[in-house]
């Protein structure tokens, strides 16, 4: 076995604890993020269109910042890899398999969300049709028409 100096023993361990508080940053981004999807689950079954598109914005925020935790966690999976040789991390491999976990079920979750919103896309436009071919509101009233008196004599 090769021995390792204490620089380096030290070095190991600041890689490991860098790459576990990353995993544990990136484990609460995903709670968050299914947090959001069940609140978008409500507010497309319910909610208005500025409430979806907000649900929106907030997850795309999230989504761009579990991505932005995955880039740094790339390159420190290798170091990881080779520290924990002489480095003890079990929580380490627990969050990884946690996050697979959150990854698999925030899937899901976007899928029904998906087809809820479809389900609700292919109502309004339904709703929609049957507003085109509304036959009242396709006649125009004489008040309407441009061809009215637009004064009306007082004195008379």
Do not use: W
Request: aromatic share 6%.
């Amino acid at each position: 076995m090769i021995a390792i100096t204490p620089e380096e023993l030290k070095e190991r361990v600041a890689v490991v604890k860098r790459f576990r508080d990353l995993l544990r940053e990136q484990r609460e981004r995903f709670y968050s993020y299914l947090d959001i999807l069940d609140k978008q689950k409500t507010v497309i079954e319910i909610g208005s269109v500025e409430d979806i598109l907000s649900h929106i914005e907030i997850e795309e925020k999230i989504l761009s910042d579990i991505f932005s935790i995955q880039k740094v966690l790339v390159p420190l999976e290798p170091l990881y890899c080779t520290s924990i040789k002489t480095v003890k991390a079990p929580d380490v491999v627990e969050i990884q398999s946690a996050l697979e976990n959150l990854k698999t079920e925030a899937s899901l979750k976007v899928k029904q969300n998906r087809d809820i919103l479809k389900i609700r896309m292919d109502g309004l436009g339904e709703q929609l049709k049957i507003l085109r071919n509304n036959p009242y509101a396709r006649h125009s009233f004489r008040f309407m028409s441009g061809d009215n008196a637009s004064f009306v004599d007082m004195e008379g």
